[in-house]
């Protein structure tokens, strides 16, 4: 299985609407990704006269697919910022 660590900022500001904050601005950066090698599970597509095998990640929903093509995302840190005294701009 593939696994894709990533960390997530929340920038939060207060406004009339939304007295008690509310996040503005979600960003998410990929930290690291540990590959989990070629697929163990190939599916045979055909057209016409043509076959060829494809990983099953491409053709098969996410439950269908072998351990090596499943992606797993990891939340490393969660962190919520309030720029400034949190009024909009």
Same mark, same amino acid.
């Given at each position: 299985?593939?696994?894709?660590?990533?960390?997530?900022?929340?920038?939060?500001?207060?406004?009339?609407?939304?007295?008690?904050?509310?996040?503005?601005?979600?960003? @998410?950066?990929?930290?690291?990704?540990?590959?989990? %090698?070629? *697929? #163990?599970?190939? /599916? !045979?597509? =055909?057209?016409?006269?043509?076959?060829?095998?494809?990983?099953?990640? @491409?053709?098969?929903?996410?439950?269908?697919?072998? %351990?090596? *093509? #499943?992606?797993? /995302? !990891?939340? =490393?840190?969660?962190?919520?910022?309030?720029?400034?005294?949190?009024?909009?701009?």
């Amino acid at each position: 299985m593939t696994i894709v660590i990533v960390d997530i900022e929340h920038v939060t500001h207060t406004c009339p609407v939304h007295p008690d904050g509310h996040p503005y601005d979600i960003r @998410r950066t990929v930290v690291d990704v540990i590959p989990g %090698g070629p *697929c #163990r599970a190939p /599916v !045979t597509v =055909r057209c016409g006269e043509q076959t060829t095998l494809i990983p099953c990640h @491409r053709h098969e929903p996410a439950k269908r697919q072998c %351990g090596a *093509c #499943r992606v797993i /995302v !990891t939340e =490393r840190t969660i962190t919520t910022r309030t720029p400034n005294d949190g009024n909009a701009a």
